[in-house]
């Protein structure tokens, strides 16, 4: 349940940013692009608005993954410190527009560091 917790709190946060235009403070996994994700959410219509909070209670449908037992990852022995994040999870969000659930998701990956802190990624938002 703790977990559920974690993520709820961490999409919110990203939902928050979105609705209140702040897209260049999103943070983006490597390979996707603000203009790509500026360009998907100017095509759709209406305006985006904060979900009821139901719509997060139903988040757990959504994780994909769930690999406690995945190592981290280190880059070698020159640089010992430094390690990848493990993959924890993927979640697809449905975001709402006009106060209604929309067909326009936002994907997610949350990572978990060698000390326990996680951190999410924006990986895409597009049309499912």
Known sequence: MENVN???ELIKGIVQELVQHN???LP???DSEI???KEELSLYPGVM???PEVA???LEDGFYI???DAPHFSLGKKNVKKQFPKLIYMVDFDLYYDNERSNLTLQCNIYENKSGDWMIKVSDIHVM
């Open 28 to 30: 983006l996994e490597d």
């Open 56 to 58: 997060y209670d139903q």
């Open 49 to 51: 608005t904060l979900p």
């Open 23 to 25: 897209i260049e403070s």
């Open 35 to 37: 203009s790509n994700l």
């Open 66 to 68: 769930d690999q406690p």
């Open 6 to 8: 974690k993520v709820k």
